[in-house]
């Protein structure tokens, strides 16, 4: 991946929503998790499957591969 491609997860805890920052974009989870591991699954789904990363992330077989760095 790129340097303009990491990731980023900031995680609520009040509210268990999850924000998902790619570059100089976020994008708000549309789910619920009651943990902030479950919500960085689904992060590395959402930008797996929604991002094209499946196609550009160099080195990743499955979405678990991808890294998330967490907020």
């Known amino acids: 991946m790129h340097s303009e491609e990491y990731l980023e997860l900031h995680y609520d805890l009040l509210s ?25 699954a689904a992060a590395q789904k ?10 550009r992330a160099a080195g990743c077989r499955t979405a678990a591969d991808l890294p998330v760095w967490l907020r």
Request: with cysteine; charged share 30%.
């Open 16 to 40: 268990h929503r999850a924000l998902l920052s790619c570059g100089h974009k976020a994008y708000v989870l549309p789910d619920i998790y009651e943990t902030k591991e479950m919500a960085q």
């Open 46 to 55: 959402f930008a797996w499957e929604k991002l094209g990363l499946k196609e």
